[in-house]
Every structure is written in structure tokens, then in C-alpha cells.
């Protein structure tokens, strides 16, 4: 099944595995207002998807996301804003002295797309081609895991133009994947953080040698992998994960996984992994 969005596009394969690839290439697939709301209406469907098991998050072209459509952004600066994004984006239209409004909303609806990536229950798996930069760099922290060809390349472009670093949880997310100390010297510098270094610091899960069909067989065949777990038992390892990294004692995630393992050991997902373990082969779990 396809589905048909403006700035990207989405494909559920019959065995479970959503692709979704950011796909204004000529841009540098930059976040711009419509991509922002085209990522929202799909994580808002993969919210009650459940034949999408697993997430694939690629991007058409040299560069995973450039960032943030700086174009776009000035336009919420500007006197003189076009018609058409008026039309589409209510809150471009706003009196002069209530820009701060729009910033706002803007800001705030850019975020929660990082919250609804956590919120899915699908764990997404980013494949990173070309550079990864600002708002990128911060999606594709919000992914479960990440690959990265070998030209692959991070930064966190915000603090070079004049924003703070921290932004779309990338002083969440970064810490607690690299640790506090590196972290901080890449928040603080926005330097580039080649692929190489990425897998040496845990950025990345790997890199993969090869052309843009390599990195996709990567992730693909991760993704396959995934598959022969129970649907149920994956959506709460991604929930107990998240829950975990804000866990305020050991005894509460204790009592988190007690929770999971008793609500899997209720679902046919279970009697079908023993039994397919006993028998020597590959479970075979239903879509939902």
C-alpha cells in the first residue's frame, strides 16, 4: 500500500515493514511547513497502524535532511508573507505584533513530531546517506537505531546560525546515546561528526560500504529480522526502552517489565513463539 503525501513518501509492504523517505531531494530534503505536516498526518496513522510493524526512515537524494527550510523560516519574520502558505498554514497569517504567536506554534508543532516518533509503536531504523544537519541530525536521534554509509555526516547546525543547540530533543536524546561529556563538545561546536567517528562513539549502530542499495539491504535486512519477534513483545520493549531512560528508581522499570511480560504472556504471540521454538522453526506471528 502507498500512501500519497507533497513532500514524502510512504509504503507498507504486505510483510509489515513501513518505508517512509523524505523526498524533496532538490532541497536537500529540508523540513519545510508542508513536510512537517505530511510527517505528522503519517505518524498519526502509524499511531493505530498495526500492520506496520517495523519503521524504515530513509531520504531521497545526496543528504538525509538538511534541517529546517531556512527560507520557509524567515518567511514568519516577513511583512510580506505568500498567499498560498496563508492558505495552508493558518498560523503564517498573523498580525505583525503577534509574531511571537506564530514562532510559537511553529516551534512547538516541529517538536512533537520527535515526540510522536518516540510515541509509535513501531521502532524506526534511519538509514543516514549525505549530511544529517540541525533538524535532521535531531530525527534521526529520535530513531530507535541508525546506519550510516560511509559519507554520512552530523551536525547540529543550530548553534552555528544563531539558535541555542539544544532543540527537537537533541539535548535529550545525544547524552543518553553518546554520554554527557561528547555530547556537550558536539552540541556546543556544531561540528561535523563523520561516519567513522559516529560508530566509534555509539551514534550509529554501523556503516555500511556501498551505494545507497546497500544501505537500504541494511536496513532491510534488520527490519526482517525484527519481523520474527512478536508484534506485541516489540511494541513494549520500545515502550519499556522509553520509560526507562526518564525511570526514577530500578524498583519502577522493574515493576514496568513485570507489567509487559505478564500482558505478552496473555497473547497468542506467545504460544506461537514456544511452540515454534520447540518445532525448530521461524514463529509465525499475525500482522496485528
Not at 554520512?152 to 539544544?166: D, E, Q, T
Not at 537533541?170 to 563538545?185: C, F
Not at 552540541?187 to 555500511?208: M, N
Request: net charge negative.
Amino acid at each position: 500500500m502507498v500512501y500519497n503525501f507533497e513532500t514524502i513518501k510512504f509504503e507498507l509492504q504486505d510483510n509489515g515493514i513501513g518505508i517512509l523517505m523524505l523526498n524533496r531531494p532538490d532541497k536537500l530534503n529540508a523540513m519545510s511547513f508542508q513536510m512537517i505536516e505530511d510527517l505528522h498526518n503519517l505518524f498519526d496513522d502509524l499511531m493505530v497502524n498495526l500492520n506496520c510493524r517495523v519503521l524504515i526512515l530513509k531520504a531521497a537524494g545526496r543528504a538525509f535532511c538538511a534541517g529546517l527550510d531556512l527560507k520557509e523560516s524567515t518567511i514568519l519574520q516577513s511583512k510580506r508573507k505568500p498567499d498560498e502558505l496563508k492558505e495552508k498554514f493558518y498560523f503564517i497569517d498573523v498580525p505583525e505584533k503577534d509574531i511571537i504567536k506564530a514562532k510559537m506554534y511553529g516551534q512547538w508543532r516541529t517538536g512533537q513530531l520527535i515526540v510522536k516518533m518516540r510515541k509509535v509503536s513501531q521502532p524506526i531504523i534511519a538509514l543516514i546517506q549525505g549530511a544529517a544537519s540541525g533538524a535532521g541530525f535531531a530525527f534521526s536521534l529520535a530513531a530507535d537505531m541508525r546506519i550510516a554509509s560511509e559519507n554520512a555526516k552530523f551536525n547540529n547546525a543550530f548553534i552555528k546560525v544563531g539558535f541555542s543547540g539544544a532543540d527537537m530533543a537533541s539535548s535529550y536524546h545525544l547524552p543518553r546515546l553518546i554520554g554527557m561529556s561528547r555530547a556537550a563538545e558536539i552540541l556546543y561546536t556544531g561540528r561535523f561528526v563523520e561516519a567513522e567517528e559516529a560508530e566509534r562513539i555509539g551514534l550509529v549502530l554501523k556503516v555500511v560500504k556501498g551505494d545507497d542499495n546497500d544501505l537500504f539491504d541494511a536496513g532491510l535486512n534488520l527490519a526482517q529480522n525484527l519481523l520474527s519477534k512478536s508484534p506485541l513483545g516489540l511494541r513494549m520493549t520500545k515502550e519499556a526502552i522509553n520509560l526507562s531512560m526518564d525511570a526514577p528508581s530500578l524498583e519502577t522499570i522493574i515493576q514496568l517489565e513485570n507489567r509487559s511480560q505478564m500482558l505478552c504472556s496473555t497473547s497468542d504471540d506467545v504460544m506461537e513463539g514456544v511452540q515454534a521454538f520447540f518445532e525448530k522453526r521461524e514463529p509465525e506471528y499475525p500482522l496485528k
